[in-house]
């Protein structure tokens, strides 16, 4: 008796301490592109800029966690992320990549037209929404993101790029 009891608490034991597997994650515009894993972020534009964003083992664990949160684990493939309001051209401009082991769970279009008040998405357009949101509130509390994007925002009074 004492054995199988022994061989049950082991098994608990076992089965309480595996973490959740973790995500590598990038967030991408047509401003830059920044590779949470690697900490590299690279504005192509602008001389070909390559920063660097350091990330606390405390601020990879949030992320981790905000992916959980909000069900961004459970997304496979393609989701495009738009309004219900008709927009001839709609802006897809910030692309989330998830990546297990090296390989791409999902890839995440967000329109920047798109307003939660108006739109009436779904419960997942939401989470993904309210991930966008939390994320962002991670990313500017970090001195080397805020550097970078203090970067960016002097590159961006002299870019002479035409978009169409």
């Known amino acids: 008796m004492k054995k199988i009891l022994l061989i049950l608490f082991t098994i608990l034991l076992l089965n309480c301490s595996k973490k959740a597997d973790t995500f590598d994650l990038s967030i991408s515009n047509h401003n830059y592109k920044l590779d949470i894993e690697t900490g590299e972020l690279n504005i192509d534009w602008y001389r070909n800029y390559k920063g660097q964003v350091q990330f606390s083992k405390e601020e990879n664990e949030k992320i981790n966690e ?95 790029r035409l978009f169409l």
């Not at 393609?78 to 897809?92: A, D, Q, R, S, T």
């Not at 357009?125 to 991670?138: C, M, R």
């Open 66 to 160: 905000l992916i959980y949160k909000y069900h961004l684990d459970t997304l496979k493939g393609e989701k495009w992320v738009c309004g219900n309001e008709i927009l001839i051209m709609p802006n897809f401009n910030d692309v989330i990549t998830l990546k297990k082991k090296n390989s791409i769970t999902s890839k995440i279009y967000i329109s920047t037209q798109v307003s939660l008040e108006k739109s009436k998405p779904n419960k997942t357009e939401i989470d993904i929404f309210n991930f966008k949101e939390e994320f962002f509130k991670i990313l500017n509390k970090n001195g080397d993101f805020k550097r970078n994007m203090d970067t960016l925002k002097i590159a961006k009074e002299n870019d002479k």
